[in-house]
């Protein structure tokens, strides 16, 4: 069955880095783009950045220019790094495949 495994969330600083990974399973990774979305209390879940199967990548515009997604197909993993964090990336950062899973999601807080 497909599994998708985040890591990496935790508590920083503003100006402060994270690099949340996804690890998949049950699915051929290499055959899908990737995404991660995240969802703030009281607020809708949105897309933060897709990379597709050649590499390509998109950002939503919050978080252009400091965060970047990447993908190890040697490892079915999608990454996520995050830097010059601000208080409002305060959310619970989820992982997900357009087949239709989602990841059970990793808290990322940051504090001011």
């Known amino acids: 069955q497909v599994q998708l495994v985040e890591s990496g969330g935790g508590l920083v600083q503003t100006g402060g880095s994270l690099r949340l990974s996804c690890a998949a399973s049950?699915?051929?990774?290499?055959?899908?783009?990737m995404r991660w979305y995240r969802q703030a209390p009281g607020k809708q879940r949105e897309l933060v950045a897709t990379?597709?199967?050649?590499?390509?990548?998109n950002y939503a515009d919050s978080v252009k220019g400091r965060f970047t997604i990447s993908r190890d197909n040697a490892k079915n993993t999608v990454y996520l790094q995050m830097n010059s964090l601000k208080p409002e990336d305060t959310a619970v950062y989820y992982c997900?495949?357009?087949?239709?899973?989602w990841g059970q999601g990793t808290q990322v807080t940051v504090s001011s």
């Open positions: 049950g699915f051929i990774f290499s055959d899908n783009n």
């Open positions: 997900y495949v357009p087949i239709g899973y």
């Open positions: 990379v597709t199967t050649g590499g390509s990548t």
